[in-house]
């Protein structure tokens, strides 16, 4: 299956829990240093409601993999970036308290 990239930089091969993609969107926007983010499976979970919540889990090759949860589900999404936990931990708050 191909990508479908959206600005090059969120690459879309699933489809996106409600809620989550403008805070990618915004995430993307507010910070250059983020080379791409991709969204992964989607999962139904019991204790996803409410706001979009990210948590960032491991470390990958290029980056960070994390876990959002909202409306019912959970999403792994993988962020490519040259940056700590922390740091990307900062730049993800930044973004979810805008939304």
Do not use: C, Y
């Not at 969120?10 to 983020?34: A, F, Q, T």
């Not at 959002?68 to 940056?83: D, M, N, W």
């Amino acid at each position: 299956m191909r990508l479908r990239a959206e600005k090059n930089k969120l690459k879309v091969e699933h489809s996106i829990i409600d809620g989550l993609r403008p805070v990618l969107e915004r995430l993307l926007r507010e910070n250059p240093r983020i080379r791409t983010i991709i969204p992964g499976v989607i999962r139904q979970v019991r204790d996803a409601k409410g706001a979009p919540i990210i948590r960032i889990t491991v470390p990958t090759t290029n980056g960070w993999k994390a876990i959002a949860l909202s409306a019912g589900a959970r999403q792994e999404l993988f962020v490519s970036i040259a940056a700590g936990k922390d740091e990307l931990a900062a730049m993800i708050k930044a973004a979810l308290d805008n939304s």
